[in-house]
């Protein structure tokens, strides 16, 4: 027996105050083997109880189930005692000899073990920060204060790259950079890149325009002017970050547009407006029809689509006596969409349909031809 306690206990590997031995491996994989195996039991006791699919709340579309919690907190526990079971080898272990212990150091600066665990909280706890205030947002402002998607979104934005500006600083800290020296001898390169980089710069000046003004919000439908040789076009801002932001098409298309173009470009923000838009149908008809029958059929075609207003005035307007024919146009108030085109589509068809029933004529294109003959002698 005296070979098998010689043999648990041989030192493998030592470090500073820390002994590991076959006996620390073996207690380890049994408490990795005995938390899966409780976990096990667990899962079938939260099926059984149905707490599996249900979750604790649901962050931009993202459902926080109460068994993914649980299984963290299980794994956190059993972390806790692997470390509490090196003191059977190392009766005289201390952690903060060994967290100080240095990979790297010039003059201040320098890499010790300690580095990587305050990287790590740094990082989970700014991820926590950021949750907690995603749940604030959802159960109390935005209930009370009646908070949209846009203005959530611009807040979420803010508070992140906050933290991420603070948890660089501490970073940054706690390797043992000077930040005034850092700060000085980085202006003068930040400068030249500037200079460098306008165009960036101002997509970023841009960005924080954006996200602080709230003149274009997640979730609004724009209409772009021109973009890049692009004929105007409408679509819907998915997402707004510090350079660049992401619309989505009628036809689908995911855009990535610099945010200067949202802001030094003119835009048409529809979502800024009243619930309803007014729209235009040109269309044009033969000389010598019925205007009143004409009129009629225009109105009632637009009347009886679903998305358009029934409580304001649709209305016909004579625009030109054309060289091919009577130049109309129906307007009509209708609800704010992205594919308001496909409406009026449906528009068109309808008139086309009760033209052909009353016998109603387009212009069609015309040519006339004359030939000059000369006379023979």
Known sequence: MNWIAEFLMFEIWYFESLFITPLNIIIIIGIILLTKLSLKFLKRFFKKKDFTTKS???IEGKEIPVWHLTKQLVWFIAIIICI???YITSPNLNFSLILKHE????????????HFFVVTIIYFMGRFLLNMLKIYLIRR????????????????????????TISTILILRSFGVDLDLFLTSTAFLLVGIGLGLQDIFRDFFAGFLLLFESSIKVG????????????????????INLRTSKVRTRDGKLLIIPNSQLTFQKVHNWDDEDEYTRFQIPISVMFGQDLEIVKKILVDAAHQHPMVSKDREIFVRLLNFGNKGLELDLVFWAKRSLFIEIHKSDIRFEIDRKFR?????YPYPQMDIHHNEKKRT
């Open 357 to 361: 029933e009353f016998n109603i004529e």
């Open 220 to 239: 609004d439908v724009i209409e772009i002017d021109r973009l890049e040789g692009m004929e105007s076009f409408v679509a819907h801002i998915e997402q």
């Open 84 to 86: 509490q079971t090196l």
């Open 56 to 58: 604790i709340t649901t």
């Open 141 to 164: 402002i935005k209930k009370r204060a009646g908070l949209d998607e846009g203005t959530e979104y611009v807040y979420l934005q803010l508070t992140k790259y906050l933290l991420i």
């Open 103 to 114: 990979f790297f150091r010039f003059e201040k600066f320098h890499v010790a073990i300690y």
